[in-house]
């Protein structure tokens, strides 16, 4: 017998996963499910991918009927249209493409909306999670990208549509190749897929490094967030180069977004973000300080308490 709560599903759409979860009136979870992004077949592939996971998720919360779904997406998110543009960290993902829509009708109708990935993470965390004691709050993404959400005076802030940004502050002017195409962001260093590109060089340059064994060794075809941490508890020491170099970066990108914002607090997620946890989250705390106009008092740097669903819990959120 179907289950007869209200439910709602969330999916956060990643650069190497797609989590989906369904919710009921409380926001607890009831389902979820998750599945590699598709590395080929386009936005289509990663269209099909979602019904799939929404689906999953629901037959794990005995098929309660959806009242909507809410997606979390990186790139350029139009909530009105459904359409997803610049999503340069879903893999063969070119132009726009009405996402939203296509989920929709693979569904049956049922209403899909968009919002950035990493806003409606963040969020979630304000909402439901690590953000709850304050009323301002800078989310920090650690994942494919660097994403970035802002809650200012208790309200979400997303300026024009783009702002926070956080991945593509120039940390070092004429610096590495970012994947926007421009140079010096904190994305070309801290970004996982940036960090990928850079370990895929060294290894061709002569550098030893066990990250790409344990690629293998788990069946993947990229360099998740799990890869990085094995690597980083064998002691892998190019893995480990290329870490430090990323929590500097984010130590001077995030202190320099803080000197212009000065939020209460800030939150760090995503894949990276969340799978080292505190240490690191202390770490890039530490990198932030000779960077901070007011380094008496620097914000605290919290992992996200929600964890892996926080992304999907967050987007159900669009859909309350």
């Known amino acids: 017998m179907a289950a007869r709560f209200k439910a709602r599903a969330g999916v956060d759409l990643g650069g190497t996963k ?30 099909a991918a979602i019904v799939d996971a ?32 610049q999503a ?3 893999p063969g993902w070119k132009g726009a493409f009405p996402l939203g829509p296509a989920v929709s009708d693979a569904l049956g109708g049922v209403r899909v909306v968009l919002g ?25 993404w650690w994942g494919t990208g660097v994403g970035g959400g802002l809650i200012l005076d208790g309200k979400p802030w997303t ?12 940390i070092r002017l004429d610096g590495r190749r970012c994947p926007c ?16 590109a850079r370990a895929r060089k060294l290894v061709t340059d002569g550098r030893k490094t066990r990250l790409f064994s344990i690629m293998k060794e788990r069946g993947r075809d990229r360099l998740t967030s799990g890869i990085w941490e094995r690597a980083l508890r ?17 130590g001077a990108g995030v202190a320099s977004v803080c000197n212009v914002i000065d939020p209460e607090a800030v939150i760090l997620g995503g ?18 300080l000779p960077h901070l106009f007011v380094s008496d008092r620097p914000p605290p740097v919290t992992v996200a308490a929600l964890g892996d669903l926080g992304g999907a819990i967050g987007a159900a959120l669009l859909v309350r």
């Open 271 to 288: 894949g990276m973000g969340v799978r080292l946890g505190g240490d690191y989250a202390d770490r890039i705390a530490a990198a932030m």
């Open 181 to 196: 195409g421009r140079r010096g962001c904190m994305e070309a260093y801290a970004g996982r897929g940036a960090m990928e």
């Open 54 to 85: 929404v689906r999953e998720a629901a037959r794990e919360a005995d098929d309660p009927p959806l009242t909507g779904v809410g997606v979390g997406s990186p790139g350029e998110v139009s909530a009105a249209t459904g359409v997803v543009s």
């Open 234 to 250: 064998h002691g892998d020491r190019l893995a480990g180069e290329l870490v430090d170099e990323a929590v500097g970066a984010l």
């Open 88 to 90: 340069r960290n879903l």
């Open 159 to 170: 300026g024009l549509g783009s702002a926070a940004e956080i991945g593509h502050v120039v």
């Open 116 to 140: 950035n990935d990493v806003d409606v993470a963040v969020r979630g965390e304000f909402e439901l999670g690590a953000g709850r004691p304050y009323t301002s709050v800078l989310g920090v």
């Open 18 to 47: 797609i989590q989906a979860v369904v919710v009921d009136g409380r926001d607890t979870v009831r389902g979820s499910a998750r599945a590699p992004t598709p590395a080929q077949g386009g936005p289509r592939a990663v269209a």
